[in-house]
C-alpha cells in the first residue's frame, strides 16, 4: 500500500473527444483555467504529455495534466499526444500517481491537500494508514495539522477556494468546517464582503455560533437578521466601518449586560468631563481589577492644569458612580 | 464501573490494595511499575477522560496528604485544607474542573495512610493554628470511595477523638450506609453538593438526584452528624428561579437548619481550558454559553452583576427558612460580599474565623 507500484505507460495520440474532461476522480485543484498554458503550449507545444487512463467504457480519464488537456481543447486541438497507463491501475494507485506529479513541480497548496485527503480517505484500509502516507504524499506530518486540513476537504467548493483567493483564512475555515454548508456559506458571504483579518473571522464565527446556541437558532438566521442586513447595506460606511459594526452588533447580542454595563460607563465618563490629557479605562471586565488614570503634562504649568482637572473630577458624583457600578 | 484495577508495584503488597481487590473481585488487575503506565493506556483511548472514571489506580501518595486549598488572593478565600486521599470521580458532571486539572485525569486511590495519620497527628498536636477544618472533597469526591475502601470508618472514629479539627465529607453520592454506627463524636460534617433537578439531569452523569441526596442527608442527621450543603456551581438558566427556590424549600424540609454548620454558594466559573472540553463531551450542554468574562484569577465567572443577582435571590431564599444559618461565598470579592449579603467577612473577623466559629458551635470544637 505504501510503494507506489512500477507503472507502465504507452505513449498515444488520443482525440480529445474521447477523454472525459469531466471526470474529477484524480483532479486535485479546484483552478481549471489554462490561460497561462495556452500562450505556452501555442509556442513550444505539449512539452510533457498528460497522463490518462481508460474507463470500462473506453472513454480516458484524465489522472495527471487537467489544465494541459484544456490548454489544448481551447487550442483548438483535436488529437494530444498522451501517456496511458498500462494494465490494470487502482484508483489508489492513480490519485498517488496524480499527487506525486504535482508535487514534483511544485508544493501543493492546502487546498489541494485536503482535497487529495479527501479523496484518498475512503480508499485505504485503515484510518491512520492516512497519516503514515503523509510524508510519501507531501502533507503534513503533524497531526493536529492534518486534521485541520482534512476538515477543509467538507466544506463548499465555494469556501475552499475562497481560502486561495484570502477571502477566508485557513484557521477561520477549519471552524466552518464544524458547520453545515447552509451555515457555512453564510458566513463566507459576510466575509466576502468585510474582509476581515483571521482574528476578526473567528471572532465573528464564535459570537455567532454562542448566540445560535443561546437562542436556540440557526447560524445562518442570525447571519441574515435584520440587524446585520441593516449594517451591510448602510452605503455611507465603508468596509472596516461595516467590520465594525457587525462585531459589535454580534457582542452586545451575545453579552447584552455587559455591553449594557459598558455603554453606562462611557456615559458616566462623559459626565465627568475629562479633556484629551487625562484619560480613565475601566477595569477589566468591571471584575473588581484596578481602573486607570492616564496624563500626559509637559511642565508644571500642564501639570497644575492637571490637577485641577483631577480635583474637579473627583468633586464629580458621576466618579462614584463608575466606581461603583453594581450599587 | 470499574472495569481494571492497576496496583503500583511499590504497594502491591499493602494490606488495603488487598481490601481493594477483594471488593472488585471480578476486576482484572495489572501490576505496573508507575503511573506512566496507565497514562500511556489511557491516553490512546477515545474519550481520556471518561476512560479514566473506568479504571482505578491504587498508588502512594509522594507529596503531602494536607494541603492548603489553592484559593487566590483576588477572590475570599474560605481557609479550608485539603486531606488529599485520592483523585477524580466515577460520576462524570460537565461542569467539573477534574476533566482539565490532571493529564489526563485518572481514578487514583493512595494506600500509603499511615503517613496521612501521621500527618494528622502533627497537626492535632501542634495546636498551631489552633483550629482546622479540613475535607476529602476537593480533587475527588468523598463518598465514591466506600465500596472499595475502609476509608470512612478510619477517618471518622479518628476525628471523634480530637477536638481541634472537623473533617468534611463532601458528596454527590448517597453512599452513606458505612457511616452508620460509627463514633462521631460530631466531628465530621457530612455535605452535599447541591443543584437543582435539571442541572442534575442535564449536567450531572451518574450523580444521585436531588431527592435522593436529601433524603442520604436527612438519615445522617438522624445518627446525628453536622450537615453542610454547597450549593455550587450555581448555573443560571431558563427557570433557574424557580428551580433554585424550591430546592432551597425542599432541604430545608428535609433537614433541620439547626443541624447545618455551613451552606456555600458558588456560581459556575471554569478554566478556560475546560470550555473545548465540555463543548467535545457534553455536546447538549448549554453552560458555557452564559455571560461570562476572565475573572482576576484567569478564570471564566458570569459577569458580576449577574452573580450578584444570583447570590441575592438565593440569600433571601434561604434567609427566609433559616435566618441564622452560616452562609457564604466560595471564591467571590467584597463587592459581591457587600451587594448580595450586606456586610463583608472583615467586619466579621475574616471568613475563616466565620466558618471557625460556626463548627465550633454545630461540633463543639474548641476555636
Known amino acids: 500500500m505504501f510503494d507506489q507500484p512500477v507503472m507502465k505507460y504507452a505513449d498515444k495520440v488520443i482525440s480529445i473527444s474521447e477523454i472525459d474532461t469531466k471526470d474529477d476522480t484524480c483532479r486535485l485543484s479546484l483552478r481549471t483555467d489554462p490561460d497561462a498554458l495556452v500562450d505556452s503550449i501555442r509556442a513550444v507545444g505539449l512539452i510533457n504529455p498528460p497522463v490518462l487512463r481508460q474507463r470500462q467504457d473506453l472513454k480516458y480519464q484524465i489522472v495527471c495534466g487537467f489544465r494541459r488537456v484544456m490548454a489544448c481543447k481551447a487550442l483548438g486541438w483535436h488529437e494530444i499526444k498522451a501517456r496511458v497507463l498500462k494494465g490494470s491501475s487502482t484508483e489508489l494507485d492513480c490519485l498517488k500517481l496524480s499527487i506525486l506529479d504535482n508535487r514534483s513541480h511544485r508544493q501543493l497548496n492546502v487546498v489541494e491537500q485536503a482535497q487529495g485527503i479527501q479523496k484518498l480517505s475512503p480508499l485505504l484500509p485503515c484510518r491512520n494508514c492516512l497519516q503514515m502516507l503523509s510524508s510519501v504524499l507531501g502533507f503534513p506530518k503533524n497531526q493536529k495539522v492534518f486534521k485541520k486540513i482534512g476538515s477543509l476537504s467538507r466544506l463548499p467548493g465555494a469556501i475552499q477556494a475562497g481560502v486561495m483567493d484570502e477571502i477566508v483564512s485557513f484557521e477561520a475555515v477549519v471552524d466552518l468546517s464544524e458547520f453545515s454548508s447552509e451555515d457555512a456559506l453564510s458566513f463566507f458571504e459576510l466575509f466576502k464582503v468585510l474582509k476581515l483579518s483571521q482574528n476578526k473571522q473567528r471572532e465573528v464565527i464564535t459570537l455567532v455560533w454562542e448566540i445560535a446556541i443561546r437562542e436556540d437558532l440557526k447560524p445562518a438566521e442570525i447571519l441574515q437578521s435584520k440587524g446585520i442586513r441593516t449594517i451591510l447595506d448602510r452605503a455611507e460606511l465603508n468596509r472596516n466601518e461595516k467590520g465594525s459594526k457587525v462585531r459589535a452588533h454580534l457582542k452586545q447580542r451575545r453579552f447584552p449586560t455587559l455591553t449594557e454595563a459598558e455603554k453606562r460607563f462611557s456615559k458616566e465618563l462623559k459626565a465627568l468631563k475629562l479633556n484629551e490629557h487625562v484619560h480613565m479605562t475601566a477595569s477589566p471586565y468591571f471584575e473588581g481589577g484596578p481602573h486607570t488614570l492616564r496624563m500626559t503634562f509637559k511642565g508644571m504649568k500642564d501639570f497644575d492644569e492637571r490637577r485641577k482637572t483631577l480635583d474637579a473630577m473627583a468633586k464629580n458624583p458621576a466618579l462614584k458612580r463608575l466606581l461603583e457600578p453594581f450599587e | ?367
Open chain 2, 1 to 367: 464501573m470499574i472495569s481494571r484495577l492497576y496496583i503500583d508495584e511499590a504497594v502491591k503488597h499493602h494490606p488495603a490494595v488487598g481490601t481493594v481487590q477483594q471488593s472488585l473481585p471480578a476486576v482484572p488487575v495489572s501490576v505496573v511499575p508507575d503511573a506512566a503506565k496507565v497514562y500511556e493506556v489511557l491516553t490512546a483511548m477515545q474519550d481520556p477522560i471518561a476512560a479514566g472514571k473506568r479504571v482505578l489506580f491504587l498508588t502512594r501518595n509522594k507529596g503531602p496528604f494536607l494541603r492548603k486549598c489553592p484559593g487566590t488572593k483576588s477572590y475570599i478565600c474560605c481557609g479550608y485544607q485539603i486531606l488529599h486521599i485520592g483523585t477524580y470521580c466515577t460520576m462524570d458532571c460537565a461542569y467539573c474542573i477534574l476533566q482539565a486539572y490532571f493529564h489526563p485525569p485518572v481514578l487514583q486511590y493512595f494506600v500509603n495512610q499511615e503517613r496521612l495519620f501521621k500527618e494528622l497527628d502533627d497537626l492535632v498536636r501542634s495546636g498551631r493554628p489552633p483550629f482546622h477544618r479540613i475535607g476529602t472533597g476537593e480533587f475527588t469526591d468523598s463518598l465514591i470511595w466506600e465500596p472499595w475502601t475502609e476509608l470512612s470508618s478510619a477517618l471518622v472514629p479518628y476525628f471523634a477523638q480530637q477536638d481541634r479539627v472537623v473533617l468534611e465529607l463532601k458528596t454527590k453520592t448517597t453512599a452513606v450506609e458505612n457511616l452508620r454506627g460509627l463514633e462521631h463524636n460530631r466531628k465530621t460534617i457530612v455535605a452535599w453538593s447541591l443543584n437543582s433537578p435539571a442541572i442534575i439531569r442535564s449536567e450531572e452523569r451518574g450523580t444521585a438526584s436531588m431527592r435522593a441526596r436529601l433524603r442520604a442527608a436527612a438519615q445522617c442527621e438522624a445518627w446525628g452528624y453536622p450537615l453542610a450543603f454547597h450549593f455550587d456551581p450555581l448555573i443560571l438558566y431558563e427557570g433557574w428561579e424557580k428551580d433554585y427556590r424550591r430546592l432551597v424549600r425542599e432541604l430545608f424540609a428535609s433537614v433541620s437548619a439547626q443541624n447545618i454548620v455551613w451552606i456555600s454558594l458558588g456560581s459556575f466559573r471554569f478554566m478556560p481550558s475546560l470550555k473545548p472540553i465540555i463543548r467535545k463531551r457534553f455536546q447538549k450542554s448549554r453552560i458555557i454559553y452564559g455571560e461570562f468574562i476572565p475573572g482576576l484569577d484567569g478564570k471564566m465567572r458570569y459577569f458580576k452583576p449577574l452573580r450578584i443577582e444570583l447570590y441575592r435571590k438565593m440569600a433571601a431564599w434561604i434567609r427566609e427558612l433559616a435566618p441564622d444559618v452560616m452562609l457564604y461565598f466560595c471564591m467571590e470579592d467584597q463587592e459581591v460580599w457587600e451587594q448580595a449579603l450586606g456586610f463583608v467577612p472583615e467586619d466579621r473577623g475574616g471568613l475563616s474565623r466565620m466558618l471557625d466559629e460556626s463548627a465550633a458551635r454545630h461540633c463543639g470544637v474548641v476555636v
